[in-house]
């Protein structure tokens, strides 16, 4: 069992930065897949960015170059440092944990907007 929470969204001006941070407890998280989601109204939730046990990351096209995931695994924490945040990255962003199961945070609010 994984419990994960997010934290560090907010209402940000075009051209700004946030950093997204999740930090996970309860089962053994360096094992385990990290991903951020985001949901917008009206649109299913999509794939932001994974990080696996080893490093290697991926992106959605939407984001590249502008986004980067990383985790620390002596935290238990995963972060979404966020550069360059345009209106559509507006949504609601989900940490996930993909490993025995799939465990998903409550999300976190990033309204992007001047």
């Known amino acids: 069992q994984v419990q994960l929470v997010e934290s560090g969204g907010g209402l940000v001006q075009p051209g700004g930065s946030l950093r997204l941070s999740c930090a996970a407890s309860g089962s053994i998280f360096s094992r385990y897949v990290m991903g951020w989601y985001r949901q917008a109204p009206g649109k299913q939730r999509e794939l932001v960015a994974t990080?696996?046990?080893?490093?290697?990351?991926n992106y959605a096209d939407s984001v590249k170059g502008r986004f980067t995931i990383s985790r620390d695994n002596a935290k238990k924490t995963v972060y979404l440092q966020m550069n360059s945040l345009k209106p559509e990255d507006t949504a609601a962003y989900y940490c996930?944990?993909?490993?025995?199961?799939?465990?998903w945070g409550q999300g976190t609010q990033v309204t992007v907007s001047s």
């Open positions: 990080i696996t046990n080893g490093g290697n990351t």
């Open positions: 996930n944990a993909l490993g025995s199961g799939s465990y």
